[in-house]
C-alpha cells in the first residue's frame, strides 16, 4: 500500500540554523511523483516542488534543497539559514495513477517547523 | 491569475444539518480534487473531477457527493452530518500538461485557501 511517513512531528530551530524534514514513502510503482508542500497558519497548501521517480538529481531553490534517494525511498527537504517565515506545516506527498486514468496524493502526517528569532 | 478559490471560509453547523462547500478552479483547469484536512493530519483525499466526471473517489461515505459544472467549478455536499466531519476542506485544481486526455499523476495540484467547517 502507498504510504508517507513524516516522523518528525515538531522541530524547533533558532533563525539562521539549518534544517532538514525527513519523508519515507512506500510505493510498488516504478512510476510515482513525490511533491512538497508548505501549509502556513492561513491554511493553504503552497506548492515547493515535484519530483518524479526517474530523476534522482538534487535540486536547489535558493535556501531550499531537496535529496531524493531511490534506495532508500526517501525525499528529504533542507532549509538552510532558516528564517521566521520558513514557520509553518510541512507536507511530504506522493502521486500514483489510480484506476480510470485517476490519480490521488497521499499525504504524510505533516512536520511542524517552528524558527524562533 | 487568481488562484484556487474557495467559499465560505468558515461554517458552523449542527449534527445532521447538510452543507454545500464551492471552490473554483485556476483559469484553464479542468481536474478538481477535494480533500479532507482533520486537525493535526495530513489532508485525505475525497473525490476528483474532470471533465464534469468523477474519475476517483476516497474511502469516504455516500454522505460524501460532489459535482463539477461546465465551468470547472465545483462543489462539495456533506449531508447528515457528524461531528468527525469538522475539519478544514480543501479544493485543488491541476492542469493536464501535453498528450492525452483526463489527469496523470505528474499534475501538480494547487490547492485553495480552504474552507473550516466545524459541527456542533
Known amino acids: 500500500a502507498q504510504k508517507v511517513t513524516q516522523a518528525q512531528t515538531e522541530i524547533s530551530v533558532v533563525e539562521k540554523e539549518d534544517v532538514t524534514l525527513d519523508c519515507v514513502y512506500e510505493?510498488?510503482?516504478?512510476?510515482?511523483?513525490l511533491f512538497w508542500y508548505k501549509q502556513p497558519p492561513s491554511g493553504e497548501l503552497v506548492f515547493l516542488i515535484r519530483r518524479n521517480s526517474f530523476d534522482e538529481q538534487n535540486e536547489i531553490s535558493g535556501r531550499y534543497s531537496w535529496n531524493f534517494q531511490k534506495s532508500t525511498s526517501s525525499f528529504n527537504f533542507t532549509i538552510t539559514a532558516s528564517q521566521v517565515v520558513d514557520s509553518a506545516v510541512y507536507f511530504c506527498a506522493l502521486s500514483e495513477a489510480g484506476d480510470s486514468g485517476t490519480y490521488k496524493y497521499i499525504f504524510g502526517t505533516g512536520t511542524r517547523l517552528k524558527v524562533l528569532a | 491569475d487568481a488562484g484556487v478559490t474557495q467559499s465560505p471560509t468558515h461554517l458552523i453547523k449542527t449534527r445532521g444539518q447538510q452543507v454545500t462547500l464551492r471552490c473554483s478552479p485556476i483559469?484553464?483547469?479542468?481536474?478538481v480534487s477535494w480533500y479532507q484536512q482533520v486537525l493535526g493530519q495530513g489532508p485525505q483525499f475525497i473525490f476528483q473531477y474532470y471533465e464534469k466526471e468523477e474519475r476517483g473517489r476516497g474511502n469516504f461515505p455516500d454522505r460524501f457527493s460532489a459535482r463539477q459544472f461546465p465551468n470547472y467549478s465545483s462543489e462539495l455536499n456533506v449531508n447528515a452530518l457528524l461531528l468527525g466531519d469538522s475539519a478544514l476542506y480543501l479544493c485543488?485544481?491541476?492542469?493536464?500538461?501535453?498528450?492525452?486526455?483526463?489527469?496523470?499523476?505528474?499534475?501538480?495540484?494547487?490547492f485553495g485557501p480552504g474552507t473550516r467547517l466545524t459541527v456542533l
Open positions: 510505493t510498488r510503482d516504478t512510476t510515482y511523483y
Open positions: 485543488a485544481s491541476s492542469f493536464r500538461k501535453g498528450m492525452g486526455t483526463g489527469t496523470s499523476a505528474r499534475d501538480t495540484q494547487y
Open positions: 483559469s484553464g483547469h479542468k481536474s
